[in-house]
């Protein structure tokens, strides 16, 4: 049995799509379907049911998730056992957050986790299967991510602890000049389509827009230009001019004063919690001084449900 297909099939779990699963870990669908297949011909059950669309996972395949968790868990334990930790990497975080994070919070959060003492850290970005995984693996100490209720992180809390260190609201922004050339209202009309800047299909960012579209007061009328996942990119972009787009703001504060507006009320956004997990039986020293650290300055008691 393979290590990566337990990989292979929390991250198919997490996604409830293959096509997604299979991009998250670099492998083509076919190739992707085929280790999951192996998987569960080593097992003798199956654990995905594929007759119904989102896909699921069947009765044996809920209770093998749990189980996927704790193997994964221990290889990593005991990798870290037998190294000793020895050298740097005894002072060193590994901490896993979306790049829109990395870029917009990090370098403050730095300058408060201070207080934990020297602290080496290894970032890694990507989407949230990518990084919910490398926790799961023990590939990362921490992981920092977005949360909404309607687009929760798939995590046992029995396994792993999790705390409200912040808040961020997703909100549309447009250049002012792109604006003042908008005939009447910037969510523009089915004649003058209002250009539009999005996240990339499956991007986290952008199922949270979705959810704003879907309850906004009035429809809006626009056009896609271009598609990125990283909010940056989508940034520098409305900040030419080029489009309206949805930006934790965040990433909206990195751009110059006054080269973007906040548009529409309230009703045009959404407010997301920043959540920090980490594995309960983690061990590492530099590890939980930092989460020490963010206990005392979260925005929640330690172990609150997210929300």
Do not use: K
Not at 58 to 63: D, L, V
Not at 116 to 127: K, L, S
Not at 273 to 283: P, W
């Amino acid at each position: 049995m393979n290590i990566g297909w337990l990989q292979d099939f929390l991250t198919v779990a997490e996604t409830g799509n293959f096509t997604r699963a299979a991009e998250s870990r670099n492998a083509s669908q076919a190739a992707f379907s085929r280790r999951i297949m192996a998987l569960e011909a080593w097992l003798g059950v199956t654990l995905i049911d594929r007759s119904v669309f989102p896909t699921r996972l069947t009765a044996e395949g809920e209770r093998f998730r749990d189980r996927a968790v704790d193997i994964l868990s221990q290889m990593s334990e005991a990798r870290t056992e037998l190294s000793g930790e020895a050298g740097p990497a005894r002072d060193q975080v590994r901490i896993a957050l979306p790049h829109a994070l990395a870029t917009g919070r990090l370098a403050g959060w730095s300058a408060e986790w201070a207080a934990a003492g020297p602290i080496r850290y290894a970032i890694t970005t990507g989407n949230v299967h990518d990084m919910v995984t490398a926790l799961v693996a023990g590939g990362v100490d921490l992981l920092i991510c977005f949360h909404n209720p309607q687009q929760p992180v798939q995590l046992s809390a029995e396994q792993y602890e999790r705390l409200v260190i912040g808040r961020e609201r997703l909100r549309p922004y447009a250049a002012p000049a792109l604006i003042a050339r908008a005939p009447g209202a910037w969510t523009g009309t089915a004649r003058h389509p209002i250009p539009l800047l999005m996240y990339s299909p499956g991007a986290y960012l952008g199922r949270m827009v979705e959810q704003v579209l879907e309850a906004a007061p009035v429809p809006l009328h626009g056009a896609p230009v271009l598609e990125s996942d990283m909010a940056d990119v989508l940034r520098a972009m409305a900040v030419a001019g080029l489009g309206v787009a949805w930006l934790p703001d965040c990433t909206a504060e990195a751009a110059e004063p006054g080269a973007l507006v906040a548009l529409g009320d309230e009703r045009w956004s959404l407010s997301m919690s920043i959540v920090a997990y980490r594995d309960r039986t983690m061990r590492r020293a530099a590890a939980q001084r930092l989460w020490r650290r963010l206990v005392e300055t979260s925005a929640s008691p330690s172990g609150q449900e997210p929300s």
